[in-house]
């Protein structure tokens, strides 16, 4: 415990009467200072000690706070199970699942279905009621910030995005449309291909383009340590989407919990054919399509489970190749666009001798050309730069010619 500080010395001056008037005075003026430094010095150490009787105000409150904690009755997690008449309930607590009949308090009785969260004592009356749970990590997988990627940034696959704005963006901004005409509009669009094709960027476009709220996972975080722990994640992922509709909802890398199920018996992969029951039913589950979209991605098609394939959950997919010779050029376009580029570089050339590129292989083909530009000192980019660039990547991966960074898609 700190020591209280100690008092100043009072100032005591011994003034002889028979001064003359002045030396008397300059004494005086002396024994005022002294006085006042006094003075300065109490009015400091009293403003410490209210501070530090702030402070032990603040510890004697949290402290009782505390004590009040440690003696009220803890309180236990239950869900109401059905609701009888006369303000009675069936409750099951959580962990050992004993259900009990109890009667609510009449403040509550108007407030409790079934299906509740509530919080009971020891003896099973209820206390207060809950708000629906959620897992934060549904929460955390919502894009709150819109991308910045859009369509035009996105070449050699016209085709494939024209198909993806029919699937996912025109029900959402145009439902009527698909209602005079009398069809419901495809319930899941699966986009698949090799790596770096551009199947992430298109599902970015489209939460660029919609005001719709973007929900985006990967498969892979899907794939939890305990029972059960995975499906209620995406139970709790289409419930937010069912709350902050209009939505889309990405899964990207889906071949981490959609693989063909087979007979083996671990723990492992029993829980990841159980998350994807849990996503099997949440896509069926929907009654009305309209508001919520579904897109998916993988690079292994072929790996897919079939169930998950037939209509009405993916009604339509989408293969994202390899970009042509054309396609490669204009992802050369897109790339250079910011880029300050000699006016003799020759594209259509470079997009002749890129064959086997995807658009990720060509992205890193042009910041490695402006690496060679900045290495001689240069602020423009030639063609030359180009040419060394992609005998660079080719000689790192190894091969004459990249096949989306190694990956060979049948």
Known sequence: MSRSPSLPDRPHR???PELPDAERLEALRGHYVDL?????????????????REQLREH????????EALKSSSLYIATVEDVVDDGEVVVKQHGNNQEVLTEVAPQLADRIDAGDRVAVNDSFAIQQTLAAETDSRAQSMEITERPTVSYADIGGIEEQVQEVR?????????????EQVGIEPPSGVLLYGPPGTGKTMLAK???NETNATFIKMAGSELVRKFIGEGSRLVRDLFEMAREREPAIIFIDEIDAIATTRTE?????????????MQLL????GFEARGNIRIIAATNRFDMLDRAILRPGRFDRLIEVPEPDAEGRERILEIHTDAMSVETDVDFERLAAETDGYSGADIESLATEAGMFAIRDDRQTVSQQDFLEAAAKIEADDGSDVISSAGYFYQ
């Not at 009293?46 to 530090?52: V, Y």
């Not at 029919?166 to 698909?178: C, G, K, N």
């Not at 039913?281 to 069926?284: F, Y």
């Open 14 to 16: 011994d003034i002889d």
């Open 36 to 52: 006042v430094a006094v003075t300065d010095q109490l009015e400091s150490q009293l403003e410490e000690a209210e501070h530090r």
């Open 60 to 67: 004697v409150d949290q402290v009782e706070r505390e004590n």
């Open 166 to 178: 029919e699937a996912v963006e025109q029900p959402l901004a145009e439902p009527e449309l698909f």
């Open 205 to 207: 476009a489209v939460a």
């Open 264 to 276: 083996s018996k671990t723990s492992g992969d029993a829980e990841v054919q159980r998350t994807m």
């Open 281 to 284: 039913a949440e896509m069926d």
